[in-house]
């Protein structure tokens, strides 16, 4: 069973700057693809970006310009470095891991961190 934790959510203005942390209680070798989602009040969650065991990644449209997905295999992290941040990526933000063996596929979640963009 994966454990994540995220960190790093807080209150920034327009234009500004966040990076997001997750940690996972496994080695990061162990898991296929890791993710970051997020969900604003009254919306479905979306999936911002994602990292595969072999390098790839993946944003959604509205952020490709302005995220950066990495990893830390040393530290077992996942981080969400967030650029020029705008009122509408204002919502939870949460870490996923998937686990992809021949017969299964498992998935975990993080609690979640907040972040609000606003003057």
């Known amino acids: 069973q994966v454990q994540l934790v995220e960190s790093g959510g807080g209150l920034v203005q327009p234009g500004g700057s966040l990076t997001l942390s997750c940690a996972a209680s496994?080695?990061?070798?162990?898991?296929?693809?890791m993710g970051w989602y997020r969900q604003a009040p009254g919306k479905e969650r979306e999936l911002v970006a994602s990292i595969s065991s072999g390098g790839s990644r993946n944003y959604a449209d509205s952020v490709k310009d302005r995220f950066t997905i990495s990893t830390d295999s040393a530290k077992n992290t996942v981080d969400l470095q967030m650029n020029n941040l705008k009122p509408e990526d204002t919502a939870i933000y949460y870490c996923?891991?998937?686990?992809?063996?021949?017969?299964?596929?498992?998935?975990?979640w993080g609690q979640g961190t907040q972040v609000t963009v606003s003057s």
């Open positions: 996923n891991a998937e686990q992809r063996f021949v017969s299964k596929r498992n998935n975990y």
């Open positions: 496994e080695n990061i070798f162990s898991i296929s693809v």
